[in-house]
């Protein structure tokens, strides 16, 4: 069986949205011993935040931690370094 593709031109390619960038999470102005709250049910959100602590600890040298309190409904991220 053969396929017969159209070759189209001049179509623009659509702008790139990160999936992370719908967060505008502050991680990257924090100083060491700084904390950030985050809803413990948006999971998409910690996840993007987890992605942006990772990336900044890898090119930037900072370093976090997290402790989930459920009991508050929050997720806690500390600059550590």
Excluded at 24 to 50: H, N, Q, S, Y
Excluded at 51 to 77: D, P
Aim: aromatic residues 8%; contains cysteine; charged residues 30%.
């Amino acid at each position: 069986m053969s396929h017969h593709f159209e070759i189209k031109k001049n179509i623009p390619i659509p702008a790139l949205k990160p999936k992370n960038m719908c967060y505008r999470i502050p991680l990257d102005t924090m100083d060491v011993g700084d904390c950030i709250e985050l809803p413990v049910f948006d999971v998409p959100m910690i996840k993007a935040a987890a992605a942006k602590m990772s990336n900044l600890k890898r090119y930037e040298r900072k370093t976090f931690t997290k402790r989930t309190l459920r009991a508050e409904g929050v997720v806690r991220i500390w600059r550590v370094a």
